[in-house]
């Protein structure tokens, strides 16, 4: 399914080409039909007739989302850069804590998601639940799947509760990029565990001698691919190149997920974030800081970051490193009862996708989405809310073109057509991980915590998450509002 590099038909890029909307920030419809994204605050959701008036199946426990919380996410090498992963993933389970009111003594399990590890601290959930103040005697365990790994964490204490393990569990992720583990070269590591076993000072000597150089050189750790060895970014720029997507369309993408982003945060609707006091720094870190509203002109003029010169992937149409982490309070409706605790939202579906992660690489939500809508028996015209994971610009857009594209369904997903791209007045109309920040381990909760929010504010009853992941991976995930539930 080699689309990606062999070279696409003539007939193939006119249909990609011409088949999804020329993106724009105007806010209105040229001619031609050509559809704009807007940056103004979206309207309440249109009331239409669903397909199915609930996602409840009979026999099947209800799970809900109580609420959730994250740290700010903050580009790496700033007000975090002193602290380890487990004081992030901490800081968000002592927030959801206090958000909640929650007796910690309720809580059954937790399960937090990570991409690169801190050696010292390998179950990074553990160590944070105890730091935290959670019961040694509630266990705790780390998942790890790429770009969804909160995700994958979320639908584990799922399938737990649903499988009547457990009543009430805590669910979130945490990355830290301002200290990744930088390691000894491997034959450095090999010489220093021969002088760890060596038994005379002889037998030292005799290896320090083979000291060179080359030991000395560092293996530094690579946003790519393990089996294609290709970088992410490299990835995204030949998915834009094979689906027509412009350079010019990317950084009015990305100038909208900013704007969208800055809008939503001083209005105040990124509740979400709980504010830390990070030892060492003077001011409270009280929101994102990566959210930085441009100019098109001032985005056109940076340089290609991967592909060059000709690449049409920038640093400003591309999710930066972030440091964060993130957790929420997941449990069965009865739980939430008996409790008192008021649910935002329930979990009601949720499938996970492989593709090949050479040339499909981030086409995760192309493949998701039609397969959770389906098993749920909803249309595309049924989703009110659209977030989906912000990788690249280029990746969102290749996808969106994907979705609505007869060819693409037709050859590469078996279909009569095409699956129908989201409508894009519902999507990621707070901003997205371009401009919010992608904390690797940490965005799926975001993820969620923003759809059922947003299913409230704007009236909403059904949303979609997607999100593309490393290794050509994906997850879709559908959310049903709470009756009653207030943000």
């Not at 590890?117 to 705790?140: C, I, Y």
């Amino acid at each position: 399914m080699a689309f990606v590099m062999a070279r696409p038909s003539s007939s193939l890029l006119s249909l990609l080409h011409n088949g999804f909307c020329k993106i724009c920030i105007s806010g209105h419809f040229p001619t031609g039909g050509v559809r704009a994204l807007s940056t103004t605050v979206p309207r309440l959701a249109v009331v239409q007739t669903k397909t199915k008036s609930s996602l409840g199946k009979p026999g099947l426990k209800n799970i809900v989302l109580v609420d959730g919380v994250r740290t700010p996410f903050l580009m790496s090498g700033t007000q975090y850069q002193k602290l380890m992963p487990h004081d992030l993933a901490r800081q968000a389970l002592k927030g959801l804590v206090g958000r909640v009111g929650l007796d910690k003594s309720a809580v059954d399990y937790i399960v937090m998601g990570t991409v690169i590890q801190e050696v010292k601290t390998s179950n990074v959930a553990r160590e944070a639940a105890l730091g935290a103040g959670f019961s040694d005697k509630t266990p705790s365990h780390t998942v790890t799947m790429a770009c969804i790994s909160s995700n994958q964490a979320v639908t584990t204490c799922a399938g737990l509760m649903h499988a009547g393990v457990y009543d009430a569990c805590i669910a979130g992720g945490v990355e830290f990029m301002s200290d990744v583990p930088i390691r000894h070269s491997r034959k450095m590591r090999e010489l220093l565990l021969k002088l760890n076993r060596a038994k005379t000072t002889g037998a030292r000597l005799s290896l320090l001698s083979q000291l060179s150089m080359k030991h000395l050189m560092p293996d530094l750790p690579a946003v790519a691919e393990f089996s294609t060895n290709e970088t992410m970014g490299h990835s995204a720029d030949r998915l834009a190149a094979a689906f027509q997507v412009s350079r010019e369309e990317q950084d009015q993408f990305a100038l909208r997920s900013h704007t969208l982003a800055h809008k939503a945060q001083e209005a105040g609707c990124l509740s979400d974030i709980v504010a830390f006091k990070v030892p060492g720094v003077d001011q409270t870190v009280e929101k994102d800081n990566g959210i930085r509203v441009s100019t098109i002109e001032s985005l056109g003029k940076l340089r290609p970051a991967f592909v060059k010169p000709h690449g049409t992937i920038t640093a400003a149409n591309a999710s930066y490193l972030t440091d964060g982490a993130s957790a929420c309070l997941l449990c069965t409706e009865e739980k939430a009862k008996q409790m008192g605790w008021k649910p935002k939202a329930y979990i009601r579906d949720f499938t996970y996708v492989s593709n090949d992660p050479k040339d499909q690489l981030l086409l995760g939500p192309s493949y998701a989405t039609p397969k959770v809508l389906e098993r749920a028996g909803l249309k595309n015209s049924d989703i009110d809310v659209w977030e989906i994971h912000e990788a690249f610009a280029g990746q969102i857009l290749a996808n969106m073109k994907a979705m609505d594209s007869d060819w693409f369904g037709k050859t590469y997903q078996g279909r009569s057509g095409k699956v129908g791209a989201p409508d894009v007045d519902k999507l990621n109309t707070w901003g997205g991980s371009l401009s919010i920040g992608h904390p690797f381990g940490a965005t799926g909760v975001r993820l969620l915590m923003h759809a059922a929010h947003r299913l409230i504010k704007e009236d909403g009853q059904y949303a979609c998450i997607t999100a593309c992941a490393a290794g050509g991976q994906g997850v879709g995930m559908l959310v049903e509002r709470y009756p009653g539930a207030t943000v």
